[in-house]
């Protein structure tokens, strides 16, 4: 049976859960080839996006693996990403 594997985010450079309670959360895209998952952005009181979900890494095996980091907008940054030799692991 193929589907697609929710890896989730990874463990390097922490997003601020705490700060992204105070930004408001609305979906942009949805991802996923056998089962459809959201991909959320992250907007301060002006609007102005500030993070944005991404599939940072998609291998594949009996279906897409999506391994998810955010993005802040303004400079590029990755938060919660992985890293290649970690997704090599799987």
């Known amino acids: 049976m193929r589907c697609t594997q929710d890896m989730g985010f990874g463990s390097h450079s922490p997003i601020n859960q705490e700060e992204l309670s105070y930004l408001t959360r609305r979906q ?8 459809e998952c959201s991909l959320n952005e992250y907007l301060n009181a002006n609007g102005e996006v500030i993070y944005r979900e991404f599939i940072q890494f998609c291998p594949w095996s009996s279906g897409p693996m999506e ?24």
């Open 67 to 90: 391994h998810y980091a955010y993005r802040r907008v303004v400079d590029g940054k990755l938060f919660s990403y992985w890293k290649k030799n970690e997704v090599a692991e799987y």
């Open 28 to 35: 942009y895209d949805i991802c996923g080839m056998f089962d």
